[in-house]
């Protein structure tokens, strides 16, 4: 799993800053969990996250990025309740998740979502 900064987002999930329209970069579809070190469910969501990015490891890609931190990022996606997840399909808009999901209904997302 994977702590993205702005500059790494703009690389690898979508670069706003030069494509109005939405534009994945990204070769393997992914999650990415805004979050912030003091939130409970985000803490709880975590674990979660750890073991899907091991089930499904080379299969999509879940990326971390502290809200804190990257103000921008969160603002650039209107974040305002964590944790917020964003699945990331190849093609299509991506689609956000708020609140802290169990790993059951997450694994279904991200089955229906990113990989079907």
Known sequence: MEHLTKQTFLEKVFNYEINQEWKYEGKTPCLIDFYADWC?????????????????????????????????????????????????????????????????????AIDEILLS
């Open 40 to 108: 409970g469910p985000c803490k709880m969501v975590a674990p979660i996250l750890e073991e899907l990015s091991k089930e499904y490891e080379g299969k999509i890609n879940i990326y971390k990025i502290d809200t804190e931190a990257e103000l921008e990022l969160a603002g650039a996606f209107g974040i305002r309740s964590i944790p917020s997840l964003l699945f990331v399909p190849m093609e299509g808009k991506p689609q956000m998740v708020q609140g802290a999901i169990p790993k059951a209904q997450l694994k279904q």
